[in-house]
């Protein structure tokens, strides 16, 4: 009997997609666990804090490529309507990819201006031309999901995480600073244009069209407008830190939230990935829809919440072994902002939800909501210092997140809502 029930649980095709971005994530983290071992020893958080800001402002200017818009409208919608939209798609992908990238070119100077540092002006140009990658792959990975073999993205998350930590160390070792943090992100995009052209066999065959492309940008923009206010949410305090507590801060800081919130925002994508395909398959259906809902919601349930316990209970220990003494003092940072993460999966999972059913207004609506509440905690904790910022965090994350979670819930399932168009 038992026997019989693990055999059905692991022929659920979202366990097993689960289980492939699972195990990427785990080849992630041994190899990024040298990586951080040996930025954390070499680099200073000085140099954590200019890398920091480039990374910061890549997050901000990757909202606006839609790729994750572009890529949610291909993966939930009628299978008739897959190829003209992926057509449109692609040239839409050109366009705003191309605009981005000259967009961060030019807003590097004014950001130096910001924090008062020259030295970020190059690298944030150089990170910018990922951007010219981006169309070459991202409709044949919004396919692949779309046809829920996220076994091929899991090989492309652990083959560039081999690459991009093997990088990085050699180029720390070699004493190049925060560009040991930048440079492996774009020398191994790469990788992403290769597995998935090999792994599908779509091709833009269609001259330059944007046929239907208000039916995308409808979708997507309500989409945009929640991912940029999370990007200024998950942003909002280094952007302050660094503003008014100094580049040294914002280090400490960027260390404290990296190794406190990595492996659980890691955990977080991957169950993203595999959850949403899994809820666009039931969308007409909600019987079945809450069924998948509350199955994907106890597995990550069971994974998050005894991870983040027991990271957090034991960041006292092996903080200062594996990362160094100089280290000691983001201990309290990094507890705090670990347990913010308890809340995110169920939040993440109502979101997925709402959007699988059409609603993405909702989400803009709560994202916008929250994202002023968090930006007057932080406003008034950053006066406090760097720990005060992270109990802001944890906070707000704390008292908001379930409510919207239980709220969410009981809208989808409490109520039969009409059937999506």
Known sequence: MIINKL??????????????????????????????????????????????????????????SLKAGIGAKLIQADERDVEVLSNTSYWLNWILCGTLFIIQCIAAFPIA???GNTQVILPICIVATVYLMLPTYMIQCALIQRENRLNVLALCTATQSLLSNLL????????????????????TSPVWIVINRMNHPWRVNKPFTLYRWQEIANFAKNVLGSELLNKLRSNLDYLLVGRFLGIDALGLYYFAFNAGLGISLNVMNSFI?????HLCSA????KQLKTRFFSGFKTIALVIVPLVLLQSSLAPFYVPIVFGQKWLTAIPILVLICLSALPRPFAIAASLLLQAKDKTHINLYWDLIFTVIFAISLLVAVKWGIFWVAAAVLITHGLALP???????????GKKLPSPI
Do not use: C
């Open 113 to 115: 201006w910001f924090y």
């Open 283 to 286: 969308r007409g259906d909600l």
């Open 168 to 187: 990085t160390i050699g180029l720390a070792l070699l004493g190049l600073g925060m560009w040991a943090i930048v440079l492996p992100i774009v020398l």
């Open 403 to 413: 409510l919207f979670t239980i709220w969410t819930i009981r809208y989808v399932f």
């Open 273 to 277: 990935w595999a959850m949403y395909p």
């Open 7 to 64: 055999k059905h649980k692991l022929s659920n095709q979202f366990i097993r997609n689960l289980g492939s971005l699972g195990g990427a994530e785990l080849a992630n983290r041994i190899f990024r666990l040298a990586t951080t071992v040996t930025l954390a020893r070499l680099l200073s958080p000085y140099d954590y804090g200019l890398a920091a800001v480039v990374l910061t402002t890549r997050d901000f200017a990757d909202v606006f």
